[in-house]
């Protein structure tokens, strides 16, 4: 009885077992996303910040939530949503499977409020590659998660672009840190901010030289309907991804100044016009906020809730527009090379070339384990990897094979019983498989993290300039011990020397203006109750020579109160176990923090409030006085 009970629930084991995938996964391959059937992946999402917004809390720990919110977008006619927080210590397994059962995709800012890189002073630090890859851990599990954001609009403009080396150094790092450990190739990539003067700059320098990122996320909000594809500016934006050697899209936009909006612009983007270079768009957002731009109003529970006339529109329009783009068997990688690494300009991008990188780790190679095989379009990723060296090479699965039993002149009860012993064979190997998977889940879901393997190495941040202010210095941490997931062999580190030119400006070592959280506009100068060192944009402030698309994006110039010293001291802390008296202290430091946010947030919407009567009075007024002109 019991074995028949194994052989009926075969097939439902057979979709826990590794390399089995319930959804295809996605794979980065040259400047296009592609799944697992070989098929050209296109980005149709929807930036995920339910209930709150604007907080700095995870959308990914409510099941029945995440399970209502799945089906609304399967319905709108979403594969993909953007996460901008996470937290690494609680279980996201509920989440990750109602979207995954509705098709649905993860992409995972990996920075948070406290840990991302700073803007006017950047940082690599070895406590934030401890915060990114705790997150990381906690996602590389599922198979729906797209990708992960090393940043979002770090560099906003041409005087703190010499932030780009920090934000590629960091994907280098987590991109040696999932190869070390052994995860599939997930892509690893960055959110850039909409400034047209620097877009060409960053997103050729993040793509250049011999480190790279694994795609560029545009965040665009100039198609304001009715508009079109010159008006708009898609077209000068298209022209910059030409010949781009990795997958580019629309991380955020729909500009919602002419409501409802109707989304003409995903005609271009997935049409004839974009579909060639450009692989989707992001839609901000899902929720609806004061800000207008949600595309869902929920009431007091899960199930009660209002489309806005922006989410028939979008659907309208997802309905029509299904492009196929091209077959991973038809596709020329041969054609795709990196841009040319940009150089200094006078008063303007401050990168110089190819600079040399402050990473903390070094490079962990490997055979690319999430490559579609080039000769099968149906064919599946390749077999789990296995380690020797510092490469992991691919293993060979190949079962076909002429000389099997089933050919030979074996009697009927020989072929019997070599039958019953592969199927007995087959199920236990099953069984060993799936205690194995769920062995292993649970070990990663656990936050158990080690960043110290044997050989690394912390990069040392570039030298400061004479000019710079003395009083401020770096410190240079160190990692001593022996394991990083299982034993490997790392090759020749990055960025443990000094750059072979000077860089143009001085990179500090101090964390400041973090920026992975999208904001509301601010409409009103009001200072939080509580007063900091200073106060920290979630969202870029435009310069006067900024693109006067910034206007239209919903995050203007809203903030976020940070004490700051605390942050830049917290940042220059090499890994240390902590006790369980600095863990509870720390613990109640962020929850001071969300609710000094919360503070912030409540005064903001006051003096929203507050304006809007104001505009409306003025408004009765001018009303009044036309009416008395025509009556006149």
Known sequence: MWFFLVLVGAPFLLGLVPGTETIPI????????????????????????????ESVSDPLTDTDQCTEDAALMSTLGANTIRVYTANSSVDHSGCMLAFENAGIYVLVNLDSITSGIGRASAAWTTSQLKEFSAVMDSFAIY???????????????????????????????????????GYREIPVGYAGADVESLRPYLQNYLACGSDSIDFFGQNQYSWCDPSSFTISGYDTVYANASNYSVPIFFSETGCNLNPPRKFDDQAAIFGPEMNEEWSGAVIYEWDMEENGYGLVSYGSSATAYTLAPDYTNLQSQWATLTPTGTLSINYD??????PACPTSTSNGWLVNGDVKLPTLLKVVS?????????????????????????????????????????????????????????????????????LLRRWRTNKTLKKNLDLSPEGLEVGIPYPK???????????EAHTNASELGSPISIPAELGNSTPS???????????????????????SSASPTKTFASSIPRRAVPSSTASSSWINAPWHSESLPIDTEREAKAQEVPLLTTNAEEDELSRIEAEERRIDAQIAESERIRALKAEKAALQAKKAELLAKRESSANT
Request: glycine share 8%; proline share 7%.
């Open 26 to 53: 996605i794979s980065g391959i040259g400047s296009k996303f592609f799944d697992s059937n070989g098929n050209q992946f296109f980005i149709k999402g929807v930036a995920y910040l339910p209930n709150g917004g």
């Open 143 to 181: 198979n729906n998660t797209l990708g992960f954001f090393v940043g979002s609009e770090v560099v906003t403009e041409m005087t703190n672009s010499d932030a780009a080396p920090f934000i590629k150094a960091a994907a280098v790092d987590l991109k040696s840190y999932r190869n070390s450990k």
């Open 333 to 338: 990688l041969a054609t795709i090379t990196p």
């Open 366 to 434: 490997v055979t690319s384990s999430s490559s579609i095989s080039r000769s099968n379009p149906g064919s599946t990723l390749a077999a789990p990897t296995s380690f020797s060296g510092s490469q992991a090479t691919s293993t060979d699965f190949n079962t076909s094979t002429p000389d099997s039993p089933a050919s030979t002149g074996l009697s009927a009860g020989a072929k019997a019983g070599l039958a019953v012993g592969a199927i007995v064979f087959l199920v236990l190997l099953i069984l060993a498989t799936f």
């Open 465 to 475: 300039q004479e000019h710079e202010n003395p009083s401020i210095s770096t410190q």
């Open 501 to 523: 030119q000077p860089h143009p400006d001085s990179i500090i070592s101090t964390v400041a203006e973090l920026s992975p959280i999208p904001a509301t506009p601010k409409v």
